[in-house]
């Protein structure tokens, strides 16, 4: 890619990343273009869908908490590491406004650009969940699907004006059936 062609594309990523933050994964591709100052058949160019531009976007955040995952299954207990990981998932899941749904139906479609990334964050999570069984912290009828299926409702939680006061203590009440015994008493209700 040329210097000015990569140049124009972080630039239309960091304009749709303040433009998707406000409005949610609906956010105008007409909008993200005009603020841009770029026309719409050279956004299109760049991210031929509006998937296409949330898989860039969401897939470093993704990425990241892939190897945040890494970094808490080497350094904190097996229930701290999932709980703080789950934490972080449903605050990324939260900053894009509906991405939720995407989320949820790009997980099951591989021909999804946003497969591959959601995947990606499902089997880090499972790797600290099943880490969190082993030891004993965490229930054993859980598996990674249904894990990632509980990020995407406490994100979603976040999303609805009317639960949104709600979605510290639901993130707590969450943490606390998916951990056993005494690891299910340390959940707080700091905000995700």
């Known amino acids: 890619m040329r210097a000015d062609a990569r140049k124009n594309r972080e630039h239309l990523l960091a304009v749709a990343r303040v433009v998707v933050a406000e409005q949610g994964a609906d956010a105008s591709l007409r909008d993200i273009a005009r603020r841009a100052d770029v026309s719409l058949p050279t956004l299109y160019r760049h991210f031929p869908t509006r998937e296409a531009l949330l898989d860039v976007l969401l897939r ?9 995952a890494v970094e808490l299954e080497a350094s904190d207990s097996p229930e701290d590491a999932l709980v703080t990981w789950l934490r972080d998932c449903v605050a990324v899941a939260r900053e894009y406004r509906g991405v939720t749904e995407l989320m949820a139906a790009a997980i099951e479609d591989t021909g999804s650009a946003l497969h591959a990334s959601c995947v990606t964050m499902r089997a880090a999570g499972t790797r600290l969940l099943t880490r969190a069984q082993a030891e004993g912290a965490a229930r054993a009828d859980l598996d990674g699907r249904e894990l990632f299926a509980l990020i995407a409702a406490l994100a ?6 009317s639960f949104a006061p709600l979605a510290d203590h639901l993130f707590a009440v969450v943490a606390s059936a998916i951990l056993t015994g005494q690891a299910s008493r340390g959940v707080s209700e700091d905000r995700p």
């Open 156 to 161: 979603w939680l976040g999303d609805q004006d």
């Open 60 to 68: 470093e955040s993704f990425d990241e908490l892939a190897g945040r």
